[in-house]
């Protein structure tokens, strides 16, 4: 694959099998902390585990505060890095990227919903986009995570947890999954193909 | 090495919803391990995986998450320093520490052993399982592996009894371990236990159960699990 894809480094550990996963579909990604180098490329990835507080931060000291929301490629958050993309996470209350306006929330615990939300969930497919071709209503994505974004105008596909939940968004050039597609088997590589070629 | 390549490869394949290495390699003298096999099957793997044995502090879980695994699983060294449980969700939190315990009944009770790795070593530890699996989930454990030994290599069904009891003290995800034998085992432990999960290791190593048939066996008697995945011949 010709693009130059690159992962923004700083907000989370565990970015070997994003990288893997990228290389498994011929794409060499190099992992930056430069906002420079994450400015020029062709397609950008914003991984996260972690708390949201705490990776706003690491953005912000590391320059990405406010380069993120003025990308134009496109840039596809992962998991916390979803989040990140929503104006404010209730974890810890947090002020995010606030380039989708809505509010990030805790997913509610229940005796047979444990938080974390941890396991392969289906996905509900809503309106229609490129990220999501080839994939099919019911399909399942691996999830982790303990807080969720509502669903909104900007949601592509949902998963239920006792209430559904965003599990893919999109607003202009930005992308989010909630789940891991690293670790969603092939519906994961799937999609990371489909936003390598956007 | 090739080995656990061709096998996490072949699991993969199969559908597997995750996969958990017992690195045996990690001797119980604390000796320092070569542990970046866990990146090569990082390569391989993209589905979720753990990795136990070994872990006694929160810099060996570090190398293997970096390796690039999902999850840890402790288990004597958690009854050493149950406090170690309480450091390794702190750090990366309870979604990647998984609590792996060895249950034996006795006449009724159950209790939990540890040094489980080493047979001439394995002995009753001062808990009991379940206060046990209360004080891991208090100290903040994602996941609980019960591993119940009076049916480990048995191949005559899990200990439905046990886990339904574990279940009943259980709010984190929990995944049945020892005694499958066949398909019909699995169906009576998520059904009559109602796990999240269930683990067997010779049953798939031998192939006598083929992954694909078992879950399309399952999804037949209504478990809600993710299909074989038909995206792999393409």
């Given amino acids: 694959m010709s693009s130059d894809t690159v992962i923004i480094g700083c907000c989370g550990a565990n970015l070997a099998s994003l990288a893997f996963a990228l290389r498994r579909l011929g794409c060499e990604a190099p992992i930056s902390e430069d906002p420079e180098r994450v400015r020029l490329a062709s397609h950008v990835i914003l991984p996260g585990v972690g708390a949201a507080d705490d990776a706003m931060s690491r953005l912000a000291l590391a320059g990405f505060g406010e380069l993120v929301p003025t990308l134009t490629q496109p840039v596809l958050g992962i998991c916390l890095g979803m989040q990140l993309l929503f104006t404010a996470s209730d974890e810890d209350d947090a002020a995010c990227l606030d380039i989708i306006a809505e509010r990030v929330a805790a997913l509610q615990k229940h005796p047979e919903r444990p938080v974390p939300h941890m396991g392969w969930n289906q996905l509900e497919i809503g309106t229609d986009t490129p990220l999501l071709r080839n994939i099919a209503n019911g399909d399942y994505a691996y999830f982790v995570h303990s807080f969720a974004a509502p669903v909104g105008g900007y949601t592509r596909a949902t998963a239920d947890y006792g209430v559904a939940f965003s599990a893919v968004v999109e607003q202009d050039n930005f992308f989010g999954t909630q789940f891991h597609p690293e670790r969603s088997s092939t519906l994961g590589a799937t999609l990371l193909s489909n936003f390598l070629k956007l | ?234």
């Fill in chain 2, 1 to 234: 090495m090739g080995d656990i390549l061709e096998l996490a490869s072949r699991y993969r394949d199969e559908g597997a919803d995750e996969l958990v290495f017992y690195d045996i390699t990690a001797s119980p003298d604390g000796r320092t391990v070569d542990r970046s096999w866990v990146n090569r099957v990082a390569e391989v793997l993209d589905i979720p995986f753990c990795v136990a044995g070994g872990i006694r502090s929160v810099a060996d879980a570090e190398e293997i998450l970096n390796f690039g695994a999902e999850k840890i699983s402790v288990n004597t060294p958690a009854l050493e320093d149950p406090d170690l449980i309480d450091r390794l969700v702190k750090r990366f939190g309870s979604q990647c520490v998984v609590i792996g315990i060895d249950s034996l009944e006795q006449s009724g009770n159950y209790q939990v052993y540890q040094y489980t790795g080493d047979v001439d070593r394995t002995e009753a530890s001062r808990y009991r399982t379940l206060p046990w699996v209360r004080e891991v989930q208090d100290r903040g454990a994602g996941e609980i592996v019960l591993n119940c030994m009076n049916r480990d290599g048995v191949r005559r069904g899990y200990d439905i009894v046990q886990l339904a009891k574990v279940r009943a003290v259980c709010d984190v995800p929990l995944i049945a371990s020892g005694g499958a034998g066949e398909m019909p085992h699995f169906r009576e432990v998520f059904e009559e236990s109602q796990v999240d999960g269930a683990l067997a290791a010779s049953v798939f190593h031998s192939a006598a159960i083929p992954i694909p048939d078992l879950k399309i066996y399952l999804i037949a008697a209504g478990v809600r699990i993710r299909p074989p995945d038909d995206r792999r011949s393409h």
